[in-house]
């Protein structure tokens, strides 16, 4: 359905007129409005842009993909998956761009962000800001590296670091321009490029899952042993679009869901707040269709829990997992005044979310075990009606986070004369 | 205490500086900081202004005092008892000035405000901003009406309306030179004008006492009937601090609730928006260490009603009253969209609110007669403890509220040429 | 010369750092700067958007070129003549596209704007604002004229009115498509279409020259008369830039000087200030190394007359013509305070401009015959000096312009309640 | 008269709108205005901050009054000069306060600038910004100092360095308020304060005194011959209003030429611009009917001189007198290009700016020696019609002034990381 809008140079409608309905006749309500040719007019890049990006790719030794939401936003999924299988691309995504590209893949490298920042000679970001989530290109990354960045946004160019092949367009033109142009020059990436990484990726793997198994027997629970539960579940319902929001519970989650499907996993990105995860559940429920699954930290939930009523009240498919380990970071924070009061950081770990949730009707759960978070999923997710699962986690489970202040300015400068 | 600030023009201290005990000693740190002489420094109106204001006030054949917000915050309670008792002017107040006068003392024409709008002939306005909330002094007003204002600030003269006496400068400042002025002149009051307020007044109260009787058997409850529940408890604790917030329920209540001290009533006010009810709640608890009720519509309690949370984490002696009917102003609205969803202003007449207090630990009650919530709001505010009440109301107790429309402009400009 | 930037996330300079070189070396000053590989990053439109264009082109019984200053800065110089002359495309210039096709071509449609506007079926606008200068693509345009619009911005589709082809894209790759995607069509113009604007532009042309010829004996000189011996010494100079500020002066020497390259000419636009003359007359020199001849209304010239100064100082091959009639529009305007001061619109019409170029050493004429002028002019192009031409006009030359008024939004409302 | 403004919440009339006379009549557009009350409404200080100010001053060793434009716009003229004579306080003028308490008085400390700064303990701050003009109250100033200031803008106080006593209010009402209070205390000024700045101004009166009559028979002139000749006429015309703007010609003219009279003296102040002079110039000529002579440097005079044709259209009483050196600071800049070109900073020592008024019939001089110059400003004053004198002076007079870039902040952070 393409939009109509106010007709520009037309009648100014205030909101207090009455109904147009009673002043005039359809016809000439219709001649307010016009429906524009053309929404979004996608342009192509330069092809000297093109041919320079193709020039610097062929060149690379160790060249890697990154993929941000914009490349996800553009629906551009056969053509990335082109790009790196045709050329045998290791590729990283970004939270949200998780299962453009299946995190499983043999070309994922996900569990090699450290050696690529360090190794890579050249990375095609598509559809990402080299902003804070990326160390503004700097610090831990490869001096020398060269970046080849697609984006439909001029200004991202050189934003905050110099970017050696920019490709300024629609992303469905430019890669296709790309893929047209790569063929004409020949690869020389390094022969143990990939499998240094699929070997690394193969090791961090297994640790990771020895990580995880060796949590899920914790009693009472922490963040890994729910995760443990939650994983093999969520893998059983790769339809289920994954809302995440938190501090541990974003980064754990983020780490151990692995998305195999292309946008279905939204949480704050680089520049949404704490509190977008109720209202991004009830929207991915109504725009898809689909059942929904909220993985939240419990103060991230206390921002907009109340929206929970609205689940309930239209009675959408989403389910609201809540990680209750009493606090922000965690529940043991002491309170630095001397006067016995919660600290700051402070929640209450016997606070019962699931009974917020009978308030508003929705079928709840408490659970203790991994056992139990795994039949309430399971069952929540089958029953497609609003259900609230507070999973009880120890008070000690979770750790400050979030420690980038080395990215901020420290100027310390005396103004006396 | 008095605060220390940042010194001008001395050292700007970042955020993500390391603490300053690390780096400097306490000597060192002092010098970084200073109390000023003074935050607020008061300034006297124009002499000239209190002349006008004064042969202004003597001349009134009809006058009446209308109190703002403004006039409660300056403290300057017993200045204005002097005012209004010694030349026997009736007043009215706004809102959040209700109880800086009486609201049922002998010149209190709360229930007269408009014979007052459509009468009086001098209306001294002291700290009350003459915006919407008034009609912008146009429209009912007696249109030879002259305003003598009384304000701290200059912009507020002339805003929206003329105004014969505009007295700028501090409140208390202002309120002694106006009563070291008054008496130099003969004051002209039509001695008709005070009694048949008067007589009015005690019709009109007489009136809205059998209206709150009549309503008190209704069964289910309806907004009138929880509030004659309400009355005799708030009555019997004056000291409490009322929080008000919702569309029926906060003008309900308003009208309702009688308050005879000053400060003791918080609600949106001019400016504020919904959601303001809980921030409030703790405010008022945390600053003034008394109780605090607050009540609550059930919407208006959805915009911040998880911090509620906050009040049970820290103990504080704030009992919430959610009138719960279902909805925005009720919760009969038909879906007009024929597919047989909730209407946009309809909530869920059986959520229940009690179980959300449950979830934090607070004392909860539900309450379905005017006896239970008599009983629950007695036991609450003696506890001195988080309670929560939700008093189930029927789906059609309230109606559509807040019809200002008129106040708007209503342009339906053809630019076409 | 490509040029060279601060580094993004590098060094910040302050104004009052001292000079770089006291403080690092040149290899550590180069470190803070860096040159970026795509200053502009041109982008080519959407295939479709071309498709369209080209069908709605091949479509029109009564088709437009309308040439606006995009057109020229692109420099699209050989597409844009390619696109009139295989298609026989009439075309209008907008004041700063005059000269991107010859003013005096067989297909300028300069004389035929009002025919264009009222018959053109569908319009080809190139790097035009349908702004103001316009009329918004309302009011007296045909109402079902279509515009294919050719922009860099894409903010500027839609903007005052719905264009139905709009192509966003630069202009050189957008022109280069349409000229490969229109040999596909087959066209439709109306063969009477471009004869009978060239009969109307015939007709229109030689009133005008008749119209020069009858002012040329005027005395003293009108606009009119200085025009008809200002045009062909510009004629002959054909690479001389020209500035143009006022008035009368600048309606009237637009509509007379025929520009036959592009880019020679720069005025105020569509949103440019009086007072751009003498800045754009040195800055055409310095940027061109050419020689400029600025013709001014002589309320134009006191916006900025001061900076002649610098003409003279860089002795740059400036020619300032300013048209002295004493007045805004003219120098008969009466004081309406009836006080036998000037009129708020009158200057002086004995000011000698000449006498202020003395001031500076310039060349200086003052003039008050077309020989003279026309004797002087030539003088002054030839020397490659600065020169100053104090061009006396009849008091009565000119009159009041400028009126649209209609275009602006006219609200009398009352907001009284 | 007093102003008669658009009625608040009435009719918005659009310039657009036709001459309302032609759609209403007198009596329907006057209810479209009203006149205010109160335009500006005095307020007085509060009393306790009047008896801080009180004390501290009585307190004060070596007190001594800083006048501002603000005390010369409140016309506060006989308070200031009340507090000053009574208690023998020696005041300082900022440049327009200058002839507030006259430049020569006895207890003029003019000359003793920075004995002020370094030594005084209290410094009565009358309408003055402690601004970098005053080195924001830091960096010379005895670091003891109180600061007692009195002003209408709360915003001033402690704006960049911390006030002991702020008195905020009316100027009149404050000042008449803080002569009531000081004959309460016993003042405690040093005997030896006085005198000292008297001794002080008097050696430093002469020295200044021999330095105008070195520079006297200086041929070419330099800025002191100039102001030697000039000197003596102001003198002679104390009435007569003096703008002053320049570098070099800024400073030493507000050196040489004492104000004995309240708002006589106009320049750019703390934040005004380069330009300001011929605008002032007809401003204050038409604003008072008095004489004025406006001191401009050539540079300064450049900016707006095209006004000049103002003066003679309107044929106002004003003598522009031009310092003409060549150049900004002076006219002996190098190109630093090599190229032979005009350095940035230089005009043309040559230039006749007499030519230009002769352009628009004014009275001109061009003069190049003390006595011509004489002559023609003795002349050009008592003429009471539009004169300017082109002051011809060595290309060498004049200095780069301006230095304080020290009060600027110097950052030079690596935001790398």
């Given at each position: 359905m393409r939009p109509r809008l106010p007709r520009p140079g037309g009648v100014y409608i205030d909101?207090?007129?009455?109904?147009?309905a009673e002043i005039m006749d359809a016809a000439e309500v219709e001649k307010l409005y016009y429906t524009p040719v053309d929404v979004y007019s996608p342009v192509a890049p330069n092809p000297d842009a093109i041919t320079r990006a193709a020039q610097i790719i062929a060149a690379a030794k160790k060249p890697a993909i990154l993929l941000g939401k914009g490349a996800a936003q553009a629906q551009a999924d056969d053509l990335v998956k082109e790009l790196s299988e045709t050329y045998k691309l290791p590729y990283l995504a970004m939270s949200m761009a998780k299962g453009l590209l299946p995190d499983n893949g043999p070309l994922s490298a996900l569990s090699c962000r450290s050696t690529i920042m360090e190794q890579a000679d050249v990375v095609i970001v598509i559809?990402?800001?080299?902003?804070w989530m990326l160390s503004f290109g700097r610090g831990k990354w490869n001096p020398d590296v060269k970046f080849v960045q697609l984006d439909v946004e001029p200004k991202e160019i050189d934003r905050n670091v110099p970017v050696a092949a920019p490709v300024v367009g629609d992303m469905n033109l430019a890669l296709k321009a790309l893929l047209a142009e790569l063929p004409k020059y020949k690869m020389n990436i390094d022969p143990t490029w990939v499998p240094a990484l699929q070997a690394e990726a193969k090791e961090k793997n297994a640790k990771f899952t020895a990580r995880l198994q060796a949590a899920a027997s914790a009693s009472p629970m922490n963040h890994w042993t729910a995760l443990s539960a939650i994983k093999p579940v969520m893998e059983a319902n790769p339809d289920v679009i994954l809302i995440n929001e938190g501090a541990n519970t974003l980064d754990d989650t983020r780490d151990t869901i692995d998305m195999v499907l292309p946008r279905h996993r939204v949480d704050c990105a680089s520049w949404s707040i704490m509190g977008m995860g109720i209202g991004s559940t009830i929207g991915a429920a109504v725009a898809t269709g689909k059942s929904v699954v909220a993985i939240e930290g419990d103060s991230a939930f206390?921002?907009?829990?109340?929206?929970?009523a609205t689940i309930c009240r239209y009675k959408l498919p989403c389910t609201v997992v809540i990680f209750n380990n009493g606090g922000i970071y965690n529940g043991i924070g002491v309170d630095p005044s001397g006067k016995n009061a919660p600290a700051p950081t402070t929640l209450d770990i016997?606070?019962?979310?699931d009974k917020l949730g009978d308030a508003f009707g929705a079928t709840t759960y408490y659970v203790t075990t991994p056992d139990e978070l795994s039949k309430a999923l399971t069952e929540a997710i089958a029953s497609k009606q609003p259900c609230l699962i507070d999973v009880q986690l120890a008070a000690d489970s979770g750790k400050e986070s979030g420690?980038?202040?080395?990215?901020n300015p420290a100027p310390l400068i005396d103004y006396t004369v």
């Amino acid at each position: 359905m393409r939009p109509r809008l106010p007709r520009p140079g037309g009648v100014y409608i205030d909101m207090a007129t009455p109904a147009l309905a009673e002043i005039m006749d359809a016809a000439e309500v219709e001649k307010l409005y016009y429906t524009p040719v053309d929404v979004y007019s996608p342009v192509a890049p330069n092809p000297d842009a093109i041919t320079r990006a193709a020039q610097i790719i062929a060149a690379a030794k160790k060249p890697a993909i990154l993929l941000g939401k914009g490349a996800a936003q553009a629906q551009a999924d056969d053509l990335v998956k082109e790009l790196s299988e045709t050329y045998k691309l290791p590729y990283l995504a970004m939270s949200m761009a998780k299962g453009l590209l299946p995190d499983n893949g043999p070309l994922s490298a996900l569990s090699c962000r450290s050696t690529i920042m360090e190794q890579a000679d050249v990375v095609i970001v598509i559809g990402a800001r080299i902003n804070w989530m990326l160390s503004f290109g700097r610090g831990k990354w490869n001096p020398d590296v060269k970046f080849v960045q697609l984006d439909v946004e001029p200004k991202e160019i050189d934003r905050n670091v110099p970017v050696a092949a920019p490709v300024v367009g629609d992303m469905n033109l430019a890669l296709k321009a790309l893929l047209a142009e790569l063929p004409k020059y020949k690869m020389n990436i390094d022969p143990t490029w990939v499998p240094a990484l699929q070997a690394e990726a193969k090791e961090k793997n297994a640790k990771f899952t020895a990580r995880l198994q060796a949590a899920a027997s914790a009693s009472p629970m922490n963040h890994w042993t729910a995760l443990s539960a939650i994983k093999p579940v969520m893998e059983a319902n790769p339809d289920v679009i994954l809302i995440n929001e938190g501090a541990n519970t974003l980064d754990d989650t983020r780490d151990t869901i692995d998305m195999v499907l292309p946008r279905h996993r939204v949480d704050c990105a680089s520049w949404s707040i704490m509190g977008m995860g109720i209202g991004s559940t009830i929207g991915a429920a109504v725009a898809t269709g689909k059942s929904v699954v909220a993985i939240e930290g419990d103060s991230a939930f206390g921002f907009s829990g109340m929206d929970f009523a609205t689940i309930c009240r239209y009675k959408l498919p989403c389910t609201v997992v809540i990680f209750n380990n009493g606090g922000i970071y965690n529940g043991i924070g002491v309170d630095p005044s001397g006067k016995n009061a919660p600290a700051p950081t402070t929640l209450d770990i016997n606070a019962r979310y699931d009974k917020l949730g009978d308030a508003f009707g929705a079928t709840t759960y408490y659970v203790t075990t991994p056992d139990e978070l795994s039949k309430a999923l399971t069952e929540a997710i089958a029953s497609k009606q609003p259900c609230l699962i507070d999973v009880q986690l120890a008070a000690d489970s979770g750790k400050e986070s979030g420690h980038i202040g080395y990215l901020n300015p420290a100027p310390l400068i005396d103004y006396t004369v």
